[in-house]
């Protein structure tokens, strides 16, 4: 498993120096804002943004034997550009801002309107650390520029499986912290800090359980999709012969379930399930194959039933530690949701919210700025204000409504397509070469987006990078394994072989 110093085959070079950088930096980023408090800390975002800023200027630097090949490929990543074009819009919205909120001397939020161009975005302007346009783009510029760094400087495939494998040891870890914190029931994070917002839930170090559960989704379909890859027909002996490193894959991914159902979201379990479904639907499929070709179907059932053998031992193992009872009543739950939607409180934030983007659809009231304007329709819900105060809505339980309300139609579509483009090429252009392992990880992508329709994990610091770096990562390996003849830009890398370039063109 030690990717970076093992001998690489007879014929194939060593990862480049630029390349192993990159490695780390995405790595280093990615364990930093996850023990990093999730990263909803001025301090932990700023430290996310420069260690992204460092791995993308690294990506890009010349050398002598590329000169600056990467940058040219950078100029032309569609990607980058939609994402440069929504980090300018939000700066527009801060830059012009219809209200300008300030600190009174006894430290109350005062807020003023302020005249601004009606033609141009608009957002609010606040003191440093309250949400506004510049805190939003702190949240999304560094699993952009993460992204934009693996498509441009990473062109082995094996370089997007050692970020995948710490991905999933880095979610590994995090659930058995989570797993310990729900069983010692402990009030501060990490047992040493408060919450960063007062009297909410946590689980691990994300306040929100059902952000933890979208994080633990995503590396779950990594360590599924890994474990795929490494059991696929056309894999080496020497994958096995290595003390099997891989099938610490198992073990990883039981944990992570454990993660999952403790952490008690349902709509996260949902989404679980769906993985979990695509992983099992590959396996029959593969075990049917072997059956059909294998000359000893009696060793292949064999093999396969102490899997299953290990797989229910491990599970027995993590299941103790889950409250069965509370699984159930939240499961149960789902029922009377789809049964009377009216009674339930996210359908109606949901409504509020379609009201709010309806009365300014093209530019939005301003990225994070949702919190601030959802007020003024929630007035028509009664679900909405118990008693005589605003239920306090800090953003829509729908990820999709949240930034159309901040952004409009003009910032939101641009946004959606750096999200669904790169899956959208792989699905149209690369059919030749969607394999299982990439199938597994567009399942993982799509489960995580259907969870995004009724959560709003996608404004968590964290979430955003994780599922960043898991996209360019799939969709970069789907690239480099398989392009398609006839539309490729070739360049000599810097180990001197030569690299398709045709994803990121």
């Not at 949902?270 to 593969?286: E, Q, S």
């Not at 996608?458 to 955003?464: F, G, N, R, Y």
Request: include cysteine; charged fraction near 15%; aromatic fraction near 12%.
């Amino acid at each position: 498993m030690n990717h970076f110093h093992e001998r690489a085959p007879r014929g194939v070079p060593p990862l480049p120096s630029r390349e192993r950088l990159v490695i780390i930096l995405v790595c280093v980023s990615l364990v930093w804002t996850t023990w990093a408090l999730g990263g909803v800390k001025l301090w932990a975002q700023v430290g996310s943004v420069v260690l992204s800023f460092a791995c993308l200027l690294v990506s890009v630097w010349p050398s002598r034997q590329n000169g600056w090949a990467n940058l040219r490929a950078l100029m032309r990543l569609v990607p980058f550009w939609l994402g440069l074009f929504v980090v300018a819009y939000m700066i527009v919205q801060v830059l012009n801002p219809a209200w300008v909120f300030e600190r009174d001397p006894g430290g109350r939020m005062l807020t003023a309107r302020q005249d601004y161009i009606a033609w141009l975005p608009s957002g609010v302007r606040a003191p440093l650390g309250v949400m506004d346009p510049i805190l939003m783009v702190m949240v999304l510029i560094p699993g952009w520029m993460l992204a934009c760094s693996i498509w441009v400087a990473l062109r082995r495939p094996k370089s997007m499986r050692i970020i995948l494998w710490v991905m999933v040891l880095n979610v590994s870890l995090f659930s058995v912290v989570g797993l310990f914190e729900a069983l010692t029931h402990t009030t501060k994070m990490l047992w040493l800090f408060e919450r960063p917002v007062l009297k909410s839930l946590f689980w691990g170090t994300i306040v929100n359980p059902n952000h933890a559960a979208a994080f633990m989704n995503i590396g779950l379909g990594a360590a599924l999709a890994l474990l795929i890859h490494y059991t696929r027909s056309g894999a080496r002996g020497k994958e096995f012969s290595k003390g099997g490193a891989f099938l610490m894959l198992i073990p990883f991914s039981i944990i992570i379930l454990g993660g999952v159902a403790q952490a008690m979201s349902r709509a996260g379990i949902l989404a679980t399930g769906l993985i979990g479904l695509t992983f099992l639907a590959i396996v029959f499929v593969r075990v049917g194959r072997l059956l059909l070709i294998s000359g000893n179907r009696r060793i292949t059932i064999a093999a396969s039933a102490a899997v299953l053998m290990i797989v229910a031992v491990i599970s027995v193992s993590v299941g103790r530690s889950i409250d069965i009872k509370r699984f159930i009543r939240e499961m149960k739950s789902l029922t009377s949701v789809a049964e009377s939607p009216m009674e339930d409180t996210r359908y109606c934030i949901n409504m509020a919210s379609v009201d709010l983007f309806k009365m300014k659809p093209a530019y939005g009231w301003g990225g994070g700025c949702y919190r601030y304007f959802i007020r003024i329709t929630q007035r028509d819900y009664p679900s909405l204000m118990p008693g005589r105060y605003n239920l306090n809505l800090v953003y829509a339980h729908n990820d999709y409504m949240n930034y159309l309300c901040d952004l409009g139609v003009v910032g939101a579509v641009p946004l959606g397509m750096f999200v669904f483009g790169p899956v959208f090429f792989v699905i149209a252009f690369r059919r030749r070469g969607v394999d299982s392992f990439v199938v597994m990880g567009l399942a993982c992508i799509g489960a995580t987006m259907l969870h995004a329709a009724v959560e709003f994990f996608m404004q968590h610091p964290l979430v955003v990078m994780q599922f960043s770096i898991f996209l360019a990562c799939l969709t970069q390996t789907a690239d480099r394994r398989h392009f398609m003849p006839g539309g490729s830009h070739w360049i000599t890398t810097e180990s001197g072989d030569r690299s398709d370039l045709s994803g990121v063109s």
